[in-house]
């Protein structure tokens, strides 16, 4: 069954998108624009009722900056899907899922804190691991580990 | 002197929007385990709207991952879940070995699923524990507690730590079992069923108990499905739903088992969940232990198994060997991988992205406590005020994998 599923999912994103499997797990590359359409359509025709995750990977070098990576699996089909696409560091923006999946908003606050990728459509984009005022995206290859944040002043500087 | 110090959250509304009263509980408060912060807008004692806040145990797991090598993070990955650090760390290895193409030995395969049940005996009993203490009853708190110490000196014995074990490793085990540890591990599997027998006397059916969890923070197969709730907390709800069954990894093709499910997905049948999870991790334990092969517990591959350390001392080759895994650490071939396993709290996922070096290109962790804090509110929201403590215990957040 399983084997089934991943050829008709091969066979349904084979087209625009770029489409493999990779130590088990069906990967989806496609472009920003049909991250909805393809989420959509992974919930509603394939039954993937589980979001896992969403996060990105940074990759400094290249022209699209950001690789950003949500995870599906399907409880009834058992087979998990990893959807990724490239944006730009200029508009990192892709759009929400909070309307397909409710998990989604707590994971896009988190890739937004870590990252800076911006969700269009997610209203609540507060820093949740990261406080308010926090500057910079910790996770960006750019920011030093060694960074401080010298937002909260020290006790004997007071 | 005093200064004026920014406040860290800004709350999603507060008393002039919601025309109600707003309380601030947390993020350290005495009646919760784990630092979480809850702005709650109330209606007498009914809460009508919650906003949860975590992250105040952010402590840059991700980003310290990216400069340590792929052995070398080992001890923060048992800082994540640190109730039962077995299983993060075996999931990690599981992730990188497959990265690596490795298969782990039949011993060793063996051994990682035993002691991942009895980590997850430990979470539980440390869940339940804390929820009833929590909830009043210190007595079935001490005999638990009680119960998991002995576990913890247990497994020091065996790894030489009681938490935080750093017992994993890239293709193996840091050591085997020593003289006597299963005869050990019969003793305590009696003392379990004295003591768990007491609970289910003290609490199944309390009414004190029943009073303040039936029905309380209930949650629908659907919804919990929709928030991305796994774990106990889906299994409560009805769905049976267990990675451990459905994507079997380790050694649970192999065993017989059974997936505890509740009905109505309150804190009664997380409970009752986690009571039952534990009777089929002993059963589990008990297979295991009939069916633990001999043999090497580590395989035997250079680019990830320190050479035999008389052979360090003797041969060139294996000096370098040892000089380069320590040095540059294990060389893991580019790729990405995501490896789910079943923690005690739910999906435990490591997503992992390699430039093929010995330093990781990127660690995430999909924690189940944080993406249960984001439909936290789905349990809270309804109930009442003294109602946030029972139901936050039952969905066990643990600070350390939650905000990472």
């Known amino acids: ?158 | 002197m005093s200064i004026e110090l920014p406040s860290p959250v800004r709350a999603a509304f507060d008393a002039e929007s919601e025309d109600a009263v707003v309380v601030n509980i947390g993020p350290s408060h005495p009646a919760t385990h784990g630092t979480l912060q809850v702005i709650a807008a109330l209606d007498g004692e009914k809460v009508q709207r919650v906003d949860v806040h975590c992250g105040y145990l952010h402590r840059g797991f991700e980003k310290e991952c990216e400069s340590h090598t792929w052995h070398n993070l080992m001890p923060y990955v048992d800082r994540l879940n640190y109730c039962s650090a077995l299983i993060n760390d075996f999931a990690y290895c599981d992730a990188v070995e497959r990265l690596m193409g490795i298969e782990i030995t039949p011993r060793c395969r063996y051994l990682r699923t035993l002691l991942s049940e009895y980590s997850r005996i430990c979470d539980h009993l440390t869940c339940i524990a804390a929820s009833l203490m929590e909830l009043g009853a210190m007595t079935a708190f001490l005999y638990l507690v009680m119960l998991r110490d002995h576990m913890y000196e247990h497994l020091a014995a065996l790894t030489g730590a009681r938490v935080t074990y750093t017992y994993g490793r890239i293709g193996g085990l840091a050591r085997d079992l020593p003289d006597g540890w299963l005869a050990r591990l019969d003793e305590i599997l009696v003392e379990f069923y004295e003591f768990t027998g007491r609970i289910h006397g003290l609490m199944d059916r309390n009414r004190i108990f029943i009073d303040r969890t039936r029905d309380v923070g209930a949650i629908s197969s659907a919804d919990a499905l929709h928030w991305g709730f796994t774990g106990p907390i889906l299994r409560s709800t009805g769905a049976a739903i267990d990675l451990r069954k459905d994507m079997p990894y380790l050694a649970y093709a192999e065993l017989e088992f059974d997936v505890p499910v509740g009905i109505n997905g309150d804190n009664y049948d997380r409970y009752y969940v986690r009571m039952r999870e534990m009777d089929e991790s002993i059963r589990m334990i008990r297979q295991l232990v009939g069916k633990l092969p001999q043999g090497p517990i580590c395989v035997d591959d250079r680019r990830c198994t320190f050479p035999d350390k008389a052979l360090v001392y003797r041969e060139i080759q294996s000096l370098i060997n040892h000089f380069k895994l320590v040095m540059d650490g294990p060389q893991v071939p580019a790729g990405e991988v995501y490896v789910g396993h079943e923690a005690p709290n739910g999906e435990l996922g490591f997503y992992l992205v390699s430039d093929g070096s010995g330093t990781p290109y990127k660690v995430h962790v999909r924690s189940p406590s944080f993406v249960h804090m984001g439909g936290l509110h789905k349990l809270l929201e309804g109930y009442q005020l003294a109602d946030i403590i029972p139901t936050f215990g039952s969905v066990n957040m643990i600070g350390g994998e939650c905000d990472r």
């Not at chain 1, 496609?30 to 909805?36: G, I, K, M, R």
């Not at chain 1, 960006?140 to 401080?148: L, Q, S, V």
Request: proline share 5%.
């Open chain 1, 1 to 158: 069954m399983r084997d089934a599923i991943l050829a008709s999912l091969r066979e349904a994103f084979a087209a625009p998108a770029e489409a493999s499997i990779a130590h088990g797990t069906f990967v989806v590359a496609l472009a920003p624009e049909s991250v909805v359409a393809t989420a959509t359509r992974l919930r509603g025709e394939f039954g993937f009722d589980l979001l896992q995750d969403v996060t990105a990977v940074d990759w400094p070098r290249r022209a699209l900056r950001f690789d950003v990576v949500w995870h599906f699996y399907s409880t009834t089909q058992r087979v998990r899907v990893r959807m990724k696409t490239a944006v730009g560091e200029a508009a990192p923006e892709v759009e929400t899922l909070t309307g397909l999946y409710g998990s989604a908003g707590f994971m896009e606050r988190e890739c937004h804190d870590m990252y800076g990728i911006r969700f269009r459509g997610n209203r609540d984009l507060r820093p949740i691991l990261l406080y308010e005022g926090f500057v910079g995206h910790p996770l960006r290859k750019d920011y030093a580990k060694e960074h401080e944040q010298p937002l909260v002043p020290y006790r004997d500087q007071q």
